[in-house]
């Protein structure tokens, strides 16, 4: 049963529950909880666009509550996208939070302690802003004209500028 995938009815219901409770029946509309096989290290994911949050099976091994803590955090991603529209915010920034609390996780940790299997790549690019110094290590390469996010938040009111550009560095990159 565990490394079955597929929509799972009852969750679903549930997580409409939820969002019905707090006022975002529009969101609850489009929500669907379904089981992914592939998940490997990570304990779930939503996709806003979609309004699919797709859980771990292995997740059931640690028992109901664990399962619903996770679509619980799963939702919120959701209900925070919803709510702020075409607007970017960081991924467990304060709307996220917010949706937390909404949806009675206060406090949630961004990432999950769950013994779940951790696949470590390697990092093979480094990037520094041109602007503050801020360096990133990465996995893969950036794409073209990638801005420093916290530069261009405040300096040019979370708009792109070609000032805040990141510029490879050599890897590993050496300290300032």
Known sequence: MRGQSGHDKSLTAEVHQWLFAIGAALLAEKTMVVWNARLKTTAGTACPRTGIIELNPFIKDFGSAQVRRTMKHEAAHLLAHWRCGRRRIQTHGIEWQQACTDL???GEPAFHELPLNRKRMPRK???RCRHCGFTV???RPFQPYTACYKCCQRL??????????FLRI??????K
């Open 104 to 106: 009675g996780i206060p």
């Open 125 to 127: 690019f480094a990037y």
């Open 137 to 139: 290590q990465r996995v």
């Open 156 to 165: 040019n009111a979370g708009k792109y500028h070609s000032d805040f550009l």
């Open 170 to 175: 050599p890897f590993p990159p050496a300290d």
